[in-house]
């Protein structure tokens, strides 16, 4: 009867498999999109992804294919579908640009069957949505464990409704299923496997892990909360997952938290509360099989402060019917966790547990809710698992006081934690955003030639409307062949201080349709009317030191305001400068030339595909142009018989005068923002500032990609913690260079700010896009800002913190 049990057990779950397969084959789209196999899939792909309308569905062939540049999709309601986890693999090998393998911000999201391998940064990257399927997908660096892979495997961060199913992580120098800052999750059926943290949930809220095989990591399944980040998190369940044999050293990047985490861990709750662990098999994990543990002990143990409003403590784990077991024999790893452990119970004269708590509490142990009962070291529950209270708090401990060595004596009696906290509920993930309705399906092949050809003088406003094939097509200037100079009507301008792109010279025009004009904004860009152009034009010069002359003119962006928002169109020229050509998915040239410095530099100049420029511009149909602002745009400029205008005049009161800008106060009582590299408009902080929010903000502001981390740059803000002074990284991954603070006063050299400006390594830069080469003057400018700040990051003290004096 009991193998008849198990039969039809079997049965149910084969039946079940086939349900969700067929149901998955039976699945209809509006659009499907078959992409054949070529050695250009790269720009197949991502063009498909900028062509890609809601409820498309986008098959990959069988193959492997080399990728050299990130992937990007910003429409909701597609689905990726490769041919097997096997059989359909996109190879990131060698990647010299893009911070990522896939970058999705798109709601209901559905992503199976293929392989990602070998990214310079994160595997497979979604952030901001609401809706996301992640199925036979596997993310791999085929080298092994090693500190130079790339982060994290599959990462979702700011999101909800998140289920991640039967998938294979390896080889991730942070999690290999990493989940962060989200809600309403589900992590099931997957194997992770040789990554630093198997799979790790980290501030969010209501989370199921279930099912899952973590082995051979250095740490099977975390759950922390960290300081800093956009909300706390609460209620995970880790249920029925095999946890074993966590024993890989770790090969975390110096500087991460997860470097922490000692080889040999089974589970680790770190901070965060309401979390129920149980139905596990957790064995042999060389160091223990479960950890609990406040922040304030690693924060002292990595010379950490612990910032105001954090709560740094574990509160309310429920620890139940696991078969938890170590070997009962010493391991030492090197690490401080796991050399303080020993230590501890060699004092005690005691053998090292199945599971440990550190013993800090917020307040009383009883107010803190941990419960640990009926978890047992075999299969047949007859030997109960040990426990053991490193009771860090006691500082009356003499013994160890006298060896500089906090809390002792170890505590193994279970009795104090035999307690029952309610069971949490199931993870029920709510429905996705309905696919949004049709609405028109644009204009016709003909339409569309027919705007793009229509003949006439100055601006083809008709072709406005659409995406031209040619930059020539919308008449945008008297010489079709030189997009630097003699507009059609277009009013140039430059900026105080503008991002910095490889040293390359910009042209800028703004193009209003006749009788509109922009609105003057105090703060944020102009406000600007349906149909306006705003284009930039990038030329490499033979020489910096020589702007203008023999210069390499690469490619042509336009800007379009319609209807339903900005369109982003990259042109990029032909070598005959004969015309442009529109580049969706984007390109690459290598370029030569002299640096400030005579330094002669080659780099692999990246042309950013169209939905790339989410990255500084936002979400399309929320993006906005980052440099036209007023208090960028206050400067004068040397005007050649343009528009009527002939001299030095400042751009605010010219386009005032020309009629094009309405609301301005004038250029005297506008905001300015200072030259970076001219001392006399401004301090040497006031310069930096303005540097760091000209070329990082729009990421590393409110509202940007980078908002979750918790630094933020903008140029109005006070230089505190958030500003990043001696603020700790967050999942920064290799970026982090080893270094604690994002800003170190005093000391550059120990700032990973200062780091990232300086490397070229497509997983450490920063920006993350936009340059291929290290900008020496501004990383000059923002090192003698950093030299220049007075203090020191306060190192915690440990007895006091530990002991909550």
């Not at 992937?71 to 097997?84: E, K, M, N």
Request: aromatic fraction near 8%; include cysteine.
């Amino acid at each position: 009867m009991h193998n008849a049990g198990r039969m039809n057990r079997g049965r149910l779950w084969l039946f079940a498999i086939v349900v969700l397969l067929q149901a998955s084959i039976a699945r209809s789209y509006e659009h499907i999109i078959r992409l054949e196999a070529s050695d250009d899939l790269q720009y197949k792909l991502q063009s498909a992804f900028i062509g890609a309308k809601p409820d498309t569905l986008i098959e990959l062939p069988a193959g492997t294919f080399k990728f050299d540049d990130e992937v990007v999709l910003d429409v909701s309601h597609v689905t990726i579908r490769g041919q097997g986890m096997e059989k359909t693999i996109l190879s990131f090998k060698d990647q010299p640009a893009g911070a990522q393998g896939m970058l999705v911000l798109a709601d209901a999201f559905t992503i199976e069957d293929l392989a990602i391998e070998d990214t310079a940064g994160d595997g497979l990257r979604m952030e901001g949505a609401n809706g996301i399927t992640v199925r036979r997908v596997r993310v791999e660096w085929t080298n092994g464990p090693d500190e130079e892979n790339g982060a994290y495997g599959l990462y979702p961060v700011l999101s909800q409704n998140v289920l991640i199913e039967d998938s294979v992580v390896r080889g991730a120098s942070d999690a290999g299923v990493y989940v962060g800052q989200s809600r309403n999750i589900i992590v099931r059926r997957n194997v992770a496997e040789y990554n630093v943290a198997g799979i790790e949930i980290e501030n969010s809220l209501y989370a199921d892990v279930y099912q899952n095989v973590a082995r051979y990591n250095t740490g099977g399944i975390l759950i922390f909360d960290l300081p800093g980040l956009s909300q706390a998190g609460a209620y995970s369940r880790v249920y029925d997952n095999d946890i074993y044999e966590n024993n890989t050293g770790n090969f975390a990047p110096a500087g991460n938290i997860v470097g922490s985490v000692p080889a040999g861990t089974g589970v680790m709750v770190m901070a965060t509360d309401h979390v129920e662990i149980f139905n596990n098999r957790i064995t042999n994990n060389r160091t223990t099989g479960v950890i609990i543990t406040s922040y304030v002990a690693i924060s002292v143990i990595n010379n950490l402060p612990i910032p105001d409003g954090y709560d740094p403590f574990p509160e309310f784990i429920n620890i139940h019917d696991n078969r938890i077991n170590r070997p009962k024999v010493p391991y030492y790893d090197g690490s401080d966790v796991n050399l303080l452990i020993n230590i501890l119970h060699m004092n005690s004269l005691k053998v090292v547990s199945d599971t440990i708590i550190d013993g800090l509490f917020a307040s009383s142990r009883e107010a803190a809710g941990i419960c640990y009962r009926k978890n047992y070291r075999d299969k047949l529950k007859v030997i109960p698992s040990d426990f053991s209270n490193l009771q860090l708090a006691n500082d009356n401990n003499w013994y160890n006081d006298a060896l500089g060595i906090p809390g002792g004596p170890v505590d193994k009696d279970r009795r104090p934690f035999n307690c029952q906290q309610p069971v949490l509920a199931e993870v029920t993930l709510q429905p996705w955003p309905p696919v949004p309705a049709p609405g028109e399906d644009g204009y016709t092949d003909e339409e569309i030639a027919a705007r793009c050809s229509a003949t006439g003088n100055g601006v083809n406003w008709a072709a406005a409307v659409v995406n031209c094939p040619s930059l020539s097509d919308y008449r945008l200037f008297a010489d079709a062949s030189d997009p630097t100079t003699n507009s059609n009507g277009g009013f140039p301008y430059d900026l105080t201080t503008p991002l910095f792109s490889d040293y390359a010279n910009k042209y800028r025009f703004i193009f209003l349709p006749p009788g509109t004009q922009a609105q003057y904004a105090e703060t944020g860009p102009l406000t600007f009317p349906v149909g306006t152009i705003i284009t930039k034009t990038f030329a490499i010069p033979a020489n910096a030191a020589q702007p203008g002359a023999n210069e390499n003119v690469i490619e042509t962006r336009l800007l379009i305001r319609r209807e339903d928002g900005w369109e982003r169109l990259p042109y990029i020229w032909e070598k005959d400068m004969s015309d442009a050509y529109l580049a969706l998915g984007g390109g690459r040239e290598v370029v030569t030339f002299v640096d400030l410095e005579g330094e002669t530099i080659t780099a692999s100049y990246g042309v950013p595909n169209a939905n790339q420029c989410t990255s500084c511009h936002g979400n399309k149909g929320q993006d906005l142009p980052v440099g036209p602002k007023a208090r960028l745009l206050n400067m004068t400029y040397a005007y050649a018989e343009q528009l009527g205008l002939h001299g030095g005049m400042n751009q605010l009161d010219a386009m005032a005068s020309l009629g094009l800008l309405a609301g301005s106060p004038g250029s005297a009582a506008a905001p300015k923002t200072p030259v970076w590299n001219d001392p006399t408009t401004g301090s040497l902080e006031a310069r930096a500032k303005a540097y760091l929010d000209v070329n990082c903000a729009h990421c590393h502001g409110g509202g940007g990609r980078a908002f979750g981390t918790g630094l933020l740059l903008n140029e109005f803000l006070s230089v505190d913690r958030t500003y990043g002074l001696c603020k700790s990284p967050v999942a920064a991954g290799r970026g982090s260079g080893g270094l604690s603070y994002d800003i170190a006063p005093g000391d550059p050299d120990n700032s990973i700010l200062v780091y990232r400006m300086a490397s070229n390594d497509p997983a450490i830069r920063m920006p993350e896009l936009g340059r291929s080469t290290v900008h020496k003057e501004g990383l000059a400018l923002v090192r003698d800002w950093v030299s220049s700040l007075d203090g020191a990051c306060e190192a915690p003290q440990p007895q006091a913190m530990l002991t909550g004096h």
